[in-house]
């Protein structure tokens, strides 16, 4: 298992978008399937799972944090927390697994423990976290389908900034997606969400992506902005609480927006 975007990120876009040329702008979307699902995790059930693949993915990368990951961590009951669970479809294995809380109603752990430079203050943020997927050639496509997740659920609640912390080596993976670096000069940081262990704050501009990627003809362009996935299914299920489990009294999830004011559209 792995706890990372994964250096093979570039090899999975490239089989997803086949061997085709990078599409135009005004190219047809096309439906396009894939061996799991990517949904909410909305039960208790479902949070085991993801549980599972969290501990198993950061015992072989970071033993030292697995051993505090065997039981559901209090962030995930966070009213502005999400989780995000991949599972294979003959099988109803899970393959992957991360958790987004954001800032919709308090400030993220960023925001709390760190003076952000003030591009990042007042805006909406996506703090990621708990990121881990099955190893192999699954999951390389299982990681795209988590990323591309991600994105929509980002553009559809309006947020602004995706932001990860990044444990070298692994923050190169985060700079081939373009992330960019939050403290250029100050480097790594130490934060709670990472036991302490230094790591690279880096965030994504969620609203310049499509531009970005299709101007410098990205291999992640095919699959995130032309591929229609029915297969991820978080809006289905994106305004509902989850059936047991949740913290009392949480709040549910914002709903998703009637209209949207980024002009990329969400498939």
Known sequence: MRNF??????HAAGTAAATTELPKLNQRRVPASLPFTVRLARTTHHLEKAVTVRTAAYAKRLPLIAASLEQPETEDAFPDSIILLAESKETLTPL????ITTNAHSPTEFERELA??????GSSIAHVSRLGVVGGRAGNQVKLALFKALYRYALATQIEWIMATGIPPRDRDYFKLQFEE??????????????????????????????????????????????????????????????????????????????????????
Request: charged share 25%; net charge positive.
């Open 96 to 99: 992957g697994t991360l958790r």
């Open 182 to 267: 939050v403290f250029l000069e100050r480097g790594l940081v130490a934060l709670p969400s990472s036991r302490g262990i230094p790591a690279r704050l880096l965030a994504f501009n969620v609203r310049t992506a499509e531009q970005r990627w299709r101007e410098t003809d990205h291999p992640l362009y095919d699959f995130m902005c032309i591929k229609i996935h029915d297969d991820i299914r978080i809006f289905d299920s994106v305004s509902g609480a989850w059936a047991t489990g949740r913290a009392k009294g949480a709040k549910v999830a914002r709903t998703v927006p009637a209209a949207l004011t980024f002009d990329v559209p969400v498939i």
């Open 5 to 10: 975007i994964g250096e093979d990120f570039q």
């Open 116 to 121: 952000l430079p003030p591009r990042f203050q």
